[in-house]
């Protein structure tokens, strides 16, 4: 059976791994935030994990491996999935964590070349990453991909308050979820995208009411999900949403 589609309002807990051992996990922007938190975690549960930095001189999670990837350049990408085929000869979740973000103008005050940014880092990334990480995910049932996105990307929500590039850039993150469940999930990929809340990061700024252990939970329960369990959703706190 094939992952389903989870009903956003009344969907029980699903069912999870206890233990990740054996199973190997790449992780993008992974050296501080919530990639950090979910590489750590995701190693704590047994898992060879892949972190995803954009310079080696970054520090990584303890007992995680670091692996040199800047999402905008494709030759990244496909080295490091390269890499991790003959390091670890698996690879069993993906997390495209890796993001950016303005949240001052409207478009009409939006720069280009932030707007170029945006969505280059936080939708042709994963997008790329994908691609390039597909095959060894389909090489047996129950591999996954977990899309860290926003509420602020979600079409019944307000599409308002500035972050124009940010917004559609995640409403863009959603739509590659839907399209991974639609054209995989038949094949065993369970691809879901979560919104981890605003939190107190870098970029989510001091203001924010959560911390990185909080919005790296729900991330981290979807790379954890079993086979034929579910795909093709928009989680929140554990539970699906509304896209």
């Given at each position: 059976?094939?992952?389903?589609?989870p009903t956003?309002?009344?969907e029980?807990?699903?069912?999870?791994?206890d233990?990740?051992?054996?199973?190997v996990?790449?992780v993008?922007?992974?050296n501080?935030?919530?990639?950090?938190?979910?590489?750590?975690?995701?190693?704590?549960?047994?898992?060879?994990v892949?972190?995803?930095?954009?310079s080696?001189?970054?520090e990584?999670?303890?007992?995680?491996?670091?692996?040199?990837?800047?999402?905008t350049?494709e030759?990244?990408v496909?080295?490091a999935?390269?890499?991790?085929?003959e390091?670890?000869?698996?690879?069993?979740?993906?997390?495209?964590?890796?993001?950016?973000?303005?949240?001052?103008d409207?478009?009409h005050e939006?720069?280009?070349p932030?707007?170029?940014?945006?969505?280059?880092?936080?939708l042709?990334g994963?997008?790329?990453?994908?691609?390039?990480?597909l095959?060894?995910?389909?090489e047996?049932p129950g591999?996954?991909?977990?899309?860290?996105?926003?509420?602020?990307?979600?079409?019944?929500?307000?599409?308002?308050?500035?972050?124009?590039?940010?917004?559609v850039?995640?409403?863009?993150l959603?739509?590659?979820?839907?399209?991974?469940?639609?054209?995989y999930?038949?094949q065993?990929l369970?691809?879901?995208?979560?919104?981890?809340?605003?939190?107190?990061?870098?970029?989510?700024?001091?203001?924010?009411?959560?911390?990185?252990?909080?919005?790296?939970?729900?991330?981290?329960?979807?790379?954890?999900?079993?086979?034929?369990?579910?795909?093709?959703?928009?989680?929140?706190?554990g539970r699906?949403?509304?896209?």
């Amino acid at each position: 059976m094939p992952p389903r589609r989870p009903t956003p309002g009344s969907e029980p807990a699903p069912a999870t791994y206890d233990s990740l051992d054996g199973q190997v996990a790449l992780v993008t922007g992974a050296n501080r935030g919530i990639g950090a938190e979910i590489a750590r975690r995701l190693a704590e549960l047994g898992a060879r994990v892949y972190a995803g930095t954009r310079s080696v001189r970054n520090e990584v999670p303890e007992n995680c491996e670091a692996v040199p990837l800047d999402v905008t350049q494709e030759g990244d990408v496909e080295a490091a999935i390269t890499q991790i085929g003959e390091t670890a000869g698996r690879l069993d979740v993906l997390v495209n964590n890796a993001g950016v973000g303005n949240f001052d103008d409207p478009l009409h005050e939006e720069q280009t070349p932030t707007i170029d940014r945006t969505f280059s880092v936080n939708l042709r990334g994963p997008t790329l990453l994908s691609k390039y990480a597909l095959p060894p995910l389909l090489e047996r049932p129950g591999g996954r991909i977990v899309n860290v996105s926003s509420g602020m990307g979600a079409i019944g929500e307000d599409q308002s308050g500035g972050a124009p590039a940010y917004r559609v850039s995640k409403t863009g993150l959603n739509g590659l979820t839907a399209y991974l469940h639609g054209e995989y999930a038949d094949q065993g990929l369970l691809a879901n995208a979560v919104c981890p809340g605003w939190v107190d990061t870098r970029m989510g700024g001091e203001e924010a009411p959560r911390a990185v252990a909080e919005g790296a939970e729900t991330p981290t329960m979807l790379a954890r999900l079993r086979p034929d369990t579910l795909g093709g959703g928009f989680w929140r706190d554990g539970r699906p949403i509304e896209w």
